[in-house]
């Protein structure tokens, strides 16, 4: 990840900036600061302060250039799929930074890049659910993220039939089908056998709503990924996983256990009680909520989540990455298929 | 070979002298967060350590309980290596004939609590403060 990160390099891309977006916005433009943000395993972020002439882009703006990485997460949308899909959700309301200036091979031969408004605020999970200063906000969050839900389960490919998710199932498979595919797929490229995930990748296929009802799902709707202020929700992030799905996915993942940061006892997010969150999507949303369509796909996001910090383990001994902490990640594995288990036995 | 001090010994060192003298010392948020994670990694290795022996023998037992056929005719497994070998074999049976549905209902119920059970244990060694009961929100 740390390739390509010296100062000579974030020097040169500086300049490659400031000639690329002069020539965009037609007025001068000058890079004011640089910097490569950790974390994304399928993308390059850079912090980017930019100073500009053009009227319609505004003085000084600190921003945020996402580049494709290398190498993708399965199921993840590439820089320029992503791209319009924040489009489509700015386009429906959704509070997200806006997004800017999609090009190619600005970062890296071939790579498609965009810019996006920099958020200030807190996103840390753990801070997110315990901060003191965060506790009026914390109040706001289960109305305010109802509010956003709905929001992105309003874009349909009714509404949205230009967006494209090129590494999903086809777009006419039952939601729940594509999700144990993909998961299938993850367990069939296990170096280990798991008993837990075969047990529960079958209550999956045995008990899979029968609906055809897609929306625009986000699919990684949790607790992290939003900026929150002591206001409350500033910005929803991370739409990489985004696809067209069962609009619960995103009520059953933000619900999974380990994104409740161990306040265990709010179910939703580690926040909020499910009751209070369920009226306000319905309110929000006008759709009702189906508790047990929910509980599945919290079954489902543990199944997901317990191969994901496997795979991230993976990404450690592989030698692509150096980063202890995905070993740490990959040895909590059992904690999700654990929990999948037991939410299965305790039911809806 | 030296005993003393013992693998888990040194391994409780290395957790100790992480969390009490490098991470106090370190201002970088990011990198002394991942000190925390060296620390905990090596705590729940001497904890492994401590009871892996133990833990296999009666993950074996309970697996050759609920699978009889597949350890009949095997010579016992007398070494380590051996053990360790057999518990991976057992549990890529049991994988196989979950997802193949070669157990009855009743196996089926057996499985999924010696399943279960299995990941219990090894989260009561890993994580002890992990709530493993039934009943969370």
Partial sequence: MENGHTPGALAALARKIE????????????????????????QDNYRVDLSLTAAETGRERRMVLRSDARRSLPASLSRQEEFEVIRAAVGAGVKTPAVHWLTQGLVREGAYAYFMDWVDGEAIGRRVVRNAELAQARQRLPHQLAEVLSKI?????????????????????????GAIESIRKQIDG???????????????????????????????????????????????????????????????WLCVRDWRFAQLDKPVGGFAPRSLFYAAYERASG????PKRVHYWEVAGNVRWALGSIYQGERYLSGEESDIELLGIARRAVEMEFEALRLIDQGP | MQQRPTKIELLQ????????????SISDKRLSFRVLVAANLANIVAAELESEKT?????????????????????PAESEAERRELLSQLHRELAERIRQRRFS????????????????RTLAIDNPRFDRSQKIE
């Fill in chain 1, 153 to 177: 389960h309003s874009v349909t490919p009714g509404t949205a039939p230009h967006l494209r998710f090129p590494n999903r199932p086809h777009p006419d498979t039952a939601p729940a089908q």
């Fill in chain 2, 13 to 24: 060192a290395i957790a100790k002298f992480l969390v009490a003298e490098a991470y106090p």
């Fill in chain 2, 105 to 120: 209902a009743e196996e089926k119920r057996r499985a999924w609590n010696e399943v279960k059970e299995s990941l219990s």
């Fill in chain 2, 55 to 75: 833990l296999i023998d009666e993950e074996i037992s309970r697996l050759a309980d609920l699978m009889p056929d597949a350890v009949a005719g095997r010579a």
């Fill in chain 1, 287 to 290: 759709r009702p909520v189906d």
């Fill in chain 1, 19 to 42: 000639r690329w977006l002069a020539d965009k916005t037609g007025g001068e433009v000058a890079v004011r600061d640089l910097q490569p943000l950790p974390g994304g395993a399928c």
């Fill in chain 1, 190 to 252: 296990l170096a280990e056998p798991h008993p837990a995930l075969e047990l529960s990748t079958q209550w999956l296929t045995e008990n899979a709503p029968p609906i055809s009802e897609r929306t625009l799902v986000h699919a990684d709707f949790r607790t992290g990924n939003f900026i929150v202020s002591p206001e409350g929700l500033v910005a929803v992030l991370d739409w990489e996983f985004a696809h067209w799905g069962d609009p619960f996915e995103d009520l059953g």
